[in-house]
């Protein structure tokens, strides 16, 4: 066998390390079960993946290299489709195992219902977690269209595991008048902009912080291959100045999600996911 002859395993770029040699495991949630607008997020981790070798392991905003932290890529999980319930419950599982193994659990949605499975199984772990959220949307209804495990009602849902004043929402934009209100009662919510995200970070110093990215959060002309576009969103120097920013925090768990590969034509969305990604994971 010639030596550059190497058996086909597509991780992350740079993710190649072993289960029991990594700090962080970095995983797919492929579920668009509830998505009430465009479809396909469930293709998202694969195609973070392959297009994960068109850019660089090292971030010149951060001065740091995915070589120099430990990442084991678990690939996809094996998710059914339709009813959430099984859905949730085994991406709980999954990050009950990688917690209770001292890990941090970086996951890539999937519509943004997934999130709920993962925070449940990190809440257990940490129960004084808050949430840092991004999103063009608060996701804070009790039911949409007959539903209460649905993307529009995730953070609700987190919400009823730790209640008030522990979630912190930035660039929200869209959402129906009764839940922000509800909003304004129970969390903490800066619409259409993120200034106020380095009081918040100071705030957090001592808590463990659980970090979930709606890509919908950037303007839909910077980030259009997603589930429910929204303009007027942020940039993303901005989103990324934001990570830096959340990088201070000891963020015991985090994802990204709502990236819908069918809707990029151009690649361009799926390569900004890309960076968010390693970004992401070189600032925990
Ligand atoms: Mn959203």
């Known amino acids: 066998m010639w030596k550059e002859m190497l058996k086909n395993i597509e991780t992350f770029i740079g993710c190649g390390h072993n289960y029991s040699e990594a700090d962080i495991v970095l995983f797919g949630a492929p579920y668009d079960g509830t998505t009430s607008n465009r479809p396909g997020a469930r293709f998202a981790g694969k195609a973070i993946r392959a297009e994960s070798f068109g850019i660089e392991t090292y971030s010149p905003y951060q001065d740091k290299d995915l070589s120099d932290i430990k990442v084991y890529d678990g690939g996809e999980l094996d998710l059914s489709f339709g009813d959430p319930g099984p859905v949730l419950d085994k991406i709980y599982r999954y990050v009950k195992a990688v917690t209770n193994d001292m890990k941090i659990p970086v996951m890539m949605g999937g519509e943004h219902l997934v999130t709920l499975g993962a925070f449940k199984a990190v809440c257990e772990k940490h129960p004084d977690v808050c949430i840092i959220h991004f999103d063009a949307h608060s996701d804070l209804r009790d039911e949409y269209i007959g539903q209460t495990l649905s993307h529009a009602c995730v953070l609700r849902r987190c919400h009823e595991l730790i209640g008030d004043n522990r979630i912190f929402q930035f660039g929200v ?98 390569a900004l996911a890309c960076k968010v990604v390693r970004e992401l994971m070189l600032s925990l």
């Open 173 to 270: 934009r869209s959402g129906d008048r009764e839940e922000f209100i509800w909003g304004k009662k129970h969390v903490y919510t800066e619409n259409f902009t993120m200034d106020t995200l380095s009081e918040i970070v100071k705030k957090l110093e001592k808590n463990p912080v659980y970090f979930t990215i709606d890509l919908d959060v950037l303007d839909s002309g910077v980030f259009p291959a997603t589930g429910t576009p929204e303009a007027g969103g942020i940039s993303f120097k901005e989103l990324i100045a934001a990570i830096e920013k959340i990088s201070k925090l000891n963020i015991v768990g985090a994802d990204i999600c709502e990236l819908s590969p069918p809707y990029d034509s151009s690649g361009a969305s799926t």
